[in-house]
């Protein structure tokens, strides 16, 4: 099969800024996308290259790359003690579990307080986001749990299948339930106040992290007094082509054509010739291939 170029592609019409922001689309899509593609569309090289890039993407750089003025409100973290499996009986089993708290906006001590979920990747900090922005107009905390299994919080250094057993979203919940009430006893002694008084709760997340924020107003009313789930998918899916379906419907059939040609040419350019595609995006000073994929993703 021939690889096109760009100019083979694109009509003359078609602007560089145009171009780009294509090939920014086809970038997300090859980094973002699940193992879900139209089955005309379909093909096990694009399907395990994007997780190969998803999953180095989860490592992303640390927030020391980062402007952390405007990324993020605070990267100092505490500790939690942790149970490992929240459903044995005789479970003993304890490991440290990392959480982050801002209190900048908090009308102390009864406003609210906004959890903020994270998903499957490590958490860095508190964001400086829209949340964050809510939380200065209603005087709420922030605080966020990093997910078991993933940066410091793993409760083992070896990975296999075996050690895996207990990260699973039910254990998630609970650990989120558990952080939940050690921090509304870390507020209620901070300021003094009775150990059976309660803040508002509010739960925040998107994606994965969006059906737990779901999930847990579902499983712990009493704990919470509303939640914010976006994008989530709470009713999951196996091998969900209907999304991308979707897409080449909304397009048309010329531009679905010229996106999977240029689909096969960005995956060509990124294999064989990396530096052509920081080049034409104007980070060709960019060192190392993983920030380089954060890049691309983060710019979409």
């Not at 970038?27 to 290259?49: E, G, I, K, W």
């Not at 397009?251 to 530096?275: F, I, S, W």
Request: glycine share 4%.
């Amino acid at each position: 099969m021939k690889l096109l170029s760009l100019h083979d592609i694109l009509p003359t019409s078609v602007s560089k800024q145009c171009m780009r922001r294509i090939i920014m689309l086809l970038l997300v899509m090859l980094m973002c996308a699940v193992d879900a593609s139209p089955h005309t569309l379909r093909h096990s090289y694009f399907q395990n290259r994007a997780a190969a890039l998803r999953q180095e993407a989860l490592a992303a750089v640390p927030p020391s790359s980062y402007n952390p003025e405007s990324v993020f409100l605070t990267t100092s973290h505490r500790w939690l003690t942790q149970t490992l499996d929240h459903f044995s009986p005789r479970e003993s089993v304890r490991f440290s579990q990392r959480f982050f708290e801002f209190l900048d906006y908090f009308e102390a001590p009864n406003g609210p307080i906004f959890l903020i979920i994270w998903g499957e990747s490590t958490c860095y900090g508190i964001l400086n986001d829209y949340i964050a922005v809510l939380a200065k107009r209603f005087g709420a905390a922030l605080v966020s749990l990093e997910h078991r299994y993933y940066g410091p919080s793993s409760p083992f250094q070896d990975l296999k299948t075996e050690n895996l057993k207990y990260l699973n979203s039910k254990q998630a919940l609970s650990d989120l339930a558990t952080f939940r009430n050690h921090y509304q006893a870390l507020i209620n002694k901070r300021y003094k106040r009775s150990s059976n008084v309660d803040n508002l709760w509010f739960t925040f997340g998107g994606s994965y992290a969006g059906a737990l924020s779901a999930w847990f107003w579902l499983k712990f009313p009493h704990l919470a007094q509303g939640s914010l789930a976006s994008s989530a998918p709470i009713h999951a899916i196996k091998d969900y082509y209907v999304y991308d379906e979707q897409v080449a419907k909304s397009v048309g059939p010329e531009c679905a054509n010229a996106l999977r040609e240029l689909k096969d040419l960005v995956a060509y350019h990124m294999k064989t010739d990396a530096k052509f595609m920081k080049t034409f995006f104007g980070a060709k000073l960019l060192c190392f291939i993983s920030p380089t994929k954060l890049y691309f993703s983060q710019l979409s």
